[in-house]
């Protein structure tokens, strides 16, 4: 396994369109999201609450109609992100990327991503206001860990 991190950047909304920039090593991926019918911002925090607890999760970033659905895993002390593509919500999903990785190298640039997203504040025309409780709870868990990390 490298130990390439994962890049993300939320880039700055317009009229409910969310610019996303996604790296690792070669690959590279950029669309821009619908905050319809789901604000991916939200998913993207409740999922990463979940994963870092040891369940399952995915978000989809709404193109309309199409979609790029992320799904993260924890396995023992690795961590999966998938990264998949369908035309519709109903149509079969088809694998753009798939990586392992430690918390460090997927999971905290994806939290590092989303508390810069949220501490620019954006017009509620352009974006929907982000879930403060959820981010929060987030910021909290990760804070825990990093805690629990640092006496052991």
Known sequence: MKNDKLKIELGTPEHGWLPVKIAFNDFRLEFEASDVPANPIDQLISSLRSVIKGMKADVWWHLEPEGYYFELEKLSDEYTLSISFAKSESSKRELVLKVNGSYESLILPVYRAIKKFADHKHDT????????????????????????????
Not at 126 to 151: C, M
């Open 125 to 152: 025309h352009d974006w929907p206001p982000t879930d403060n409780t959820a981010l929060e709870r987030l910021v909290e868990l990760v804070k825990g860990r990093k805690t629990s990390q640092n006496h052991t």
